[in-house]
Protein backbone atom coordinates (compact mmCIF):
# COMPACT_ATOMS: atom_id res chain seq x y z
CA UNK A 1 0.00 0.00 0.00
CA UNK A 2 1.15 3.37 -1.03
CA UNK A 3 1.62 5.73 1.65
CA UNK A 4 0.67 9.45 0.82
CA UNK A 5 2.97 12.33 2.19
CA UNK A 6 1.37 14.56 4.83
CA UNK A 7 3.00 18.13 4.23
CA UNK A 8 2.13 20.92 6.51
CA UNK A 9 2.62 24.94 5.35
CA UNK A 10 2.70 27.46 7.90
CA UNK A 11 2.31 31.36 7.10
CA UNK A 12 0.89 34.35 9.08
CA UNK A 13 -0.12 35.40 5.26
CA UNK A 14 -3.36 33.96 4.39
CA UNK A 15 -2.95 34.83 0.28
CA UNK A 16 0.31 32.61 0.79
CA UNK A 17 -1.00 29.76 2.19
CA UNK A 18 -3.78 29.27 -0.79
CA UNK A 19 -1.10 30.17 -3.05
CA UNK A 20 1.57 27.24 -1.29
CA UNK A 21 -1.41 25.01 -1.29
CA UNK A 22 -1.67 25.40 -5.09
CA UNK A 23 1.42 25.30 -5.92
CA UNK A 24 2.35 21.94 -3.93
CA UNK A 25 -0.49 19.97 -5.68
CA UNK A 26 1.54 18.05 -8.15
CA UNK A 27 3.08 16.51 -5.54
CA UNK A 28 0.02 14.96 -4.92
CA UNK A 29 0.22 14.83 -1.32
CA UNK A 30 -1.88 15.67 1.69
CA UNK A 31 -1.26 19.56 2.71
CA UNK A 32 -2.76 21.05 5.50
CA UNK A 33 -2.28 24.78 6.25
CA UNK A 34 -2.18 26.85 8.76
CA UNK A 35 -1.32 30.78 9.70
CA UNK A 36 -0.15 30.41 13.29
CA UNK A 37 2.67 28.76 14.38
CA UNK A 38 1.62 28.15 17.78
CA UNK A 39 -1.75 26.25 16.35
CA UNK A 40 0.96 24.26 14.44
CA UNK A 41 3.20 23.22 16.75
CA UNK A 42 -0.28 22.04 18.77
CA UNK A 43 -1.02 19.90 15.92
CA UNK A 44 2.24 17.67 15.69
CA UNK A 45 0.82 16.57 19.21
CA UNK A 46 -1.58 15.10 17.21
CA UNK A 47 -0.71 14.43 13.55
CA UNK A 48 1.97 13.33 11.97
CA UNK A 49 3.73 14.99 8.84
CA UNK A 50 6.50 14.41 6.88
CA UNK A 51 7.63 17.57 5.96
CA UNK A 52 7.04 21.19 7.05
CA UNK A 53 7.42 24.54 4.54
CA UNK A 54 7.54 27.42 7.37
CA UNK A 55 7.63 31.20 6.29
CA UNK A 56 9.98 32.36 9.25
CA UNK A 57 8.64 35.86 10.10
CA UNK A 58 5.45 35.36 11.88
CA UNK A 59 3.61 37.19 14.96
CA UNK A 60 3.37 35.42 18.67
CA UNK A 61 6.13 32.69 17.44
CA UNK A 62 8.47 33.06 14.77
CA UNK A 63 9.97 30.55 12.71
CA UNK A 64 12.78 29.88 14.35
CA UNK A 65 11.27 29.07 17.78
CA UNK A 66 8.45 27.21 15.86
CA UNK A 67 11.38 24.49 14.30
CA UNK A 68 12.69 24.31 17.92
CA UNK A 69 9.42 23.34 19.22
CA UNK A 70 8.72 20.88 16.76
CA UNK A 71 12.32 19.43 16.43
CA UNK A 72 11.86 18.94 20.23
CA UNK A 73 8.98 16.79 19.40
CA UNK A 74 9.24 15.60 16.27
CA UNK A 75 13.56 15.69 15.92
CA UNK A 76 13.51 13.91 12.25
CA UNK A 77 10.81 16.17 10.31
CA UNK A 78 12.13 17.99 7.25
CA UNK A 79 11.92 21.32 7.95
CA UNK A 80 12.16 24.20 5.02
CA UNK A 81 11.78 27.50 5.72
CA UNK A 82 10.90 30.70 3.27
CA UNK A 83 12.57 34.02 3.81
CA UNK A 84 12.48 37.36 2.38
CA UNK A 85 14.86 38.57 0.12
CA UNK A 86 18.36 39.38 1.79
CA UNK A 87 17.09 37.57 5.19
CA UNK A 88 20.46 35.14 4.96
CA UNK A 89 21.53 35.65 8.77
CA UNK A 90 17.84 34.21 9.40
CA UNK A 91 18.33 31.23 7.09
CA UNK A 92 21.62 30.56 8.45
CA UNK A 93 20.06 30.34 12.05
CA UNK A 94 17.18 27.98 10.32
CA UNK A 95 20.08 25.88 8.90
CA UNK A 96 21.75 25.53 12.35
CA UNK A 97 18.36 24.76 14.12
CA UNK A 98 18.21 21.39 11.77
CA UNK A 99 16.55 22.67 8.83
CA UNK A 100 16.75 20.72 5.55
CA UNK A 101 16.74 24.01 3.14
CA UNK A 102 15.05 27.48 2.97
CA UNK A 103 13.80 29.55 0.04
CA UNK A 104 13.98 33.08 -0.53
CA UNK A 105 10.63 34.87 -1.43
CA UNK A 106 9.20 35.37 -4.00
CA UNK A 107 9.73 31.54 -4.84
CA UNK A 108 9.99 30.27 -7.88
CA UNK A 109 7.63 27.43 -8.69
CA UNK A 110 9.56 24.71 -9.71
CA UNK A 111 12.41 25.10 -7.14
CA UNK A 112 9.74 25.18 -4.36
CA UNK A 113 8.34 21.91 -5.73
CA UNK A 114 12.08 20.79 -6.13
CA UNK A 115 12.84 21.59 -2.74
CA UNK A 116 9.69 20.13 -0.91
CA UNK A 117 9.68 16.47 -3.38
CA UNK A 118 12.75 15.84 -1.69
CA UNK A 119 11.72 16.98 1.77
CA UNK A 120 8.91 14.67 1.10
CA UNK A 121 10.65 12.11 -0.04
CA UNK A 122 12.98 11.78 3.52
CA UNK A 123 10.05 12.36 5.73
CA UNK A 124 7.96 9.45 4.16
CA UNK A 125 11.01 7.27 4.27
CA UNK A 126 10.92 8.89 7.47
CA UNK A 127 7.78 7.61 8.65
CA UNK A 128 7.89 4.38 7.27
CA UNK A 129 11.05 3.23 8.95
CA UNK A 130 9.26 4.85 12.71
CA UNK A 131 5.88 2.53 11.79
CA UNK A 132 7.80 -0.33 11.08
CA UNK A 133 10.18 -0.24 13.99
CA UNK A 134 7.12 0.22 16.43
CA UNK A 135 5.32 -3.02 14.48
CA UNK A 136 8.52 -4.95 15.21
CA UNK A 137 8.76 -3.66 18.96
CA UNK A 138 5.34 -4.09 19.38
CA UNK A 139 5.81 -7.78 18.07
CA UNK A 140 8.76 -8.24 20.02
CA UNK A 141 6.63 -7.57 23.04
CA UNK A 142 3.11 -9.06 22.12
CA UNK A 143 6.02 -11.75 21.80
CA UNK A 144 7.23 -11.53 25.58
CA UNK A 145 3.58 -11.01 26.97
CA UNK A 146 2.92 -14.36 24.89
CA UNK A 147 6.12 -16.41 26.76
CA UNK A 148 5.31 -14.64 30.07
CA UNK A 149 1.89 -16.03 29.69
CA UNK A 150 3.03 -19.10 29.37
CA UNK A 151 5.60 -18.92 31.98
CA UNK A 152 2.57 -18.14 34.33
CA UNK A 153 0.63 -21.26 33.18
CA UNK A 154 3.38 -23.31 33.58
CA UNK A 155 3.65 -22.13 36.67
CA UNK A 156 0.12 -22.65 37.75
CA UNK A 157 0.00 -26.09 36.58
CA UNK A 158 3.67 -27.03 38.19
CA UNK A 159 1.64 -25.41 41.65
CA UNK A 160 -1.56 -27.95 40.98
CA UNK A 161 0.69 -31.18 40.35
CA UNK A 162 2.48 -29.96 43.61
CA UNK A 163 -0.76 -30.14 45.26
CA UNK A 164 -1.68 -32.63 43.97
CA UNK A 165 0.87 -34.60 44.96
CA UNK A 166 1.24 -33.36 48.34
CA UNK A 167 -2.58 -34.21 48.85
Known amino acids: MQMQA ?29 SSAKAALQLLD ?3 FDCVLSDLK ?7 NF ?11 PFVFLTAHGDWKAG ?15 IQSDELLKVMSFSCEVGLLRRK ?6 NMADQKNASAMQVQQILKDLSQ ?9 LG
Open 6 to 34: KILVVDDELELLELYRELLVPLGAEIMTL
Open 46 to 48: KED
Open 58 to 64: MPEMDGL
Open 67 to 77: CAGARAKRPDI
Open 92 to 106: LQALRLGANDFLEKP
Open 129 to 134: IRLELQ
Open 157 to 165: IAWARNLQS
